[in-house]
């Protein structure tokens, strides 16, 4: 008998639902949210009234386009955590009732973990152990892989994550939110040499991405004092210099993971892992260092209910259901 799941991604301001018979993802269905750009981030509770109007359009595309009907589902996985409380809650509330109306399981996932497994969805897939740099605007980690559901958080940052870094550091620019492609978009016609940033520099394998942060907002105060027109005149230069050094701290700690764990099979996850510099860099690792990269689909790097899909696959062969007790966490841990 198949293995039919309905996936639901609710944790920030996509909405998504996704479909998983026997482990291949069918569909991956997102309503995205235009209305945070006007307040230069995202609006928690703006982003749970969206999160109320789309899931249904979402669960009904998703469901209509795999040719299924509500019978023909073995289980429901959803994204408990972590996120944002409210807008996990619509997700959590909507397939716990879902879950009941039709007595099939309920299957919890955890974000970060899911971001992990979307290297699961397509082919190539990465061989354990892995090690994988999963990286967004809410989370910065390096993860040890030893199974679908055995992952070991061996660094991570301490601050602000690399994508609230790249974000903030474009607001500084004047660049629209979200900022961080924008910042990519413009250093890829920049010189990367042409402005110094300092690194923060942490023991370990653990990141620290508040400092360049600061050092940037001063360096841009000094100058503009002096030249008005200076992120004007500059700004191809300033982007890529920005990311140059965001981008050189993250491959400094990966490097080291990879030389400590002995390890050359190398991820990246997350909505970051779309930058067109991180993913230079790692291909020039995987050249210099014999390192085997994978980086998933585009369309499973952003928050997404394909990566929950395939995360609630692997947990349902392992038969690890959760109640209709269970509730949203803000914070949950891998």
């Known amino acids: ?77 959803f994204t408990r955590g972590p996120g944002l409380l409210g807008a996990l809650l619509v997700g959590t509330s909507f397939a716990k009732s879902m879950a009941l109306a039709l007595d099939i399981p309920l299957i919890e996932v955890n974000h970060m973990q899911a971001h992990v497994l979307a290297h699961f969805i397509d082919d190539p897939k990465p061989h ?13 980690q390096i993860v040890l ?18 994508g609230e870094a790249f974000d903030k550091a474009a607001k500084m620019l ?16 920049g010189n990367p040499q042409r402005f110094e940033f300092p690194e923060t520099v942490m023991p370990g394998l653990d990141y620290s991405f508040s400092g360049i942060k ?18 004007k005149e500059n700004l191809t230069d300033l982007s890529a210099s920005i990311q140059y050094t965001l981008i050189k ?3 400094t700690k990966l490097r080291k993971a990879a030389r400590q764990f002995n390890i050359k099979e ?38 997404n209910a394909g990566m929950i899909a395939i995360a609630g696959y692997y947990k349902f062969l392992e038969r690890e259901f959760v109640g209709l007790d269970i509730g949203p966490m803000a914070r949950m841990p891998i």
């Open 174 to 189: 004047g660049l629209t939110y979200p900022g961080g492609p924008l910042i990519d978009k413009y250093a890829q016609d």
């Open 266 to 303: 190398i991820a990246i996850a997350g909505g970051v892992s779309a930058n067109s510099g991180l993913r230079n860099a790692l291909k020039q690792h995987e050249n210099k260092h014999g390192w085997n990269v994978y980086v998933p689909d585009f369309q499973y790097c952003t928050d």
């Open 128 to 140: 354990f152990p892995f090690l994988c740099l999963t990286v967004s605007g809410g989370h910065t």
């Open 1 to 77: 008998m198949s293995v039919t799941i309905l996936a639901i991604e609710s944790s920030c301001d996509e909405t998504s639902a996704a479909i998983v018979i026997d482990g291949k993802v069918i569909n991956n269905i997102v309503a995205s949210q235009s209305v945070h750009k006007e307040y230069g981030g995202v609006v928690p509770e703006l982003a749970s009234r969206a999160h109320q109007q789309n899931i249904v359009p979402v669960v009904n595309k998703a469901m209509k386009d795999a040719g299924l009907v509500p019978s023909n589902l073995s289980a429901i996985a």
């Open 145 to 162: 892989v030893k199974s679908p559901t055995n992952m070991e958080i061996v660094g991570q940052t301490k601050d602000d994550a690399v």
């Open 214 to 231: 600061t050092a940037v907002l001063y360096f841009l105060k000094e100058e503009l004092s002096k030249n008005p027109e200076f992120i």
């Open 249 to 251: 701290m993250l491959m």
